[in-house]
């Protein structure tokens, strides 16, 4: 008797079906799983960046950059670009989600945190939804 070594086509197509089946099952948790991720990552530098111009105010007796004392602030991270608008006596720090990235679809919105720690989420759907600050 002959002995067929290998897999048949059958064998073969069934393998792909199932793992077509779990990376379908699969991939929306991954790619949440990055968005929170993303999110956490943008809070994170909010905050430390705010931490950044207290210290400045406290150094210099406003938020605004002075000649004797300038604070650079972070960027942004990959999916969102930071910009400050410092005066005297307040910031607002705002987090607008990059165009065409994994972020631009997502429920939170852009980020928003000022000198008082008021938060917020311009753009949004909801005014601040729970999860969107790790609440």
């Not at 993303?38 to 007796?61: P, S």
């Not at 939170?108 to 600050?133: I, K």
Request: net charge negative.
């Amino acid at each position: 008797m002959d002995k067929q070594n290998g897999i048949s086509l059958i064998e073969l197509l069934i393998v792909i079906a199932v793992v077509g089946i779990l990376a379908s099952i699969a991939y929306p948790g991954y790619r949440e799983q990055l968005k929170q991720s993303a999110r956490t990552e943008v809070v994170g530098l909010l905050f430390e960046n705010a931490q950044r111009l207290e210290r400045h105010y406290a150094r210099a007796g406003q938020y605004s950059d002075s000649e004797a004392v300038v604070t650079p602030l972070m960027n942004g991270t990959a999916h969102y670009t930071l910009q400050a608008v410092r005066d005297e006596e307040s910031f607002t720090l705002l987090a607008r989600r990059r165009p065409a990235g994994l972020m631009m679809d997502d429920a939170c919105a852009d980020y928003a945190l000022d000198q008082a720690g008021v938060r917020s989420n311009p753009g949004s759907a909801e005014q601040a939804p729970g999860g969107c600050w790790g609440g």
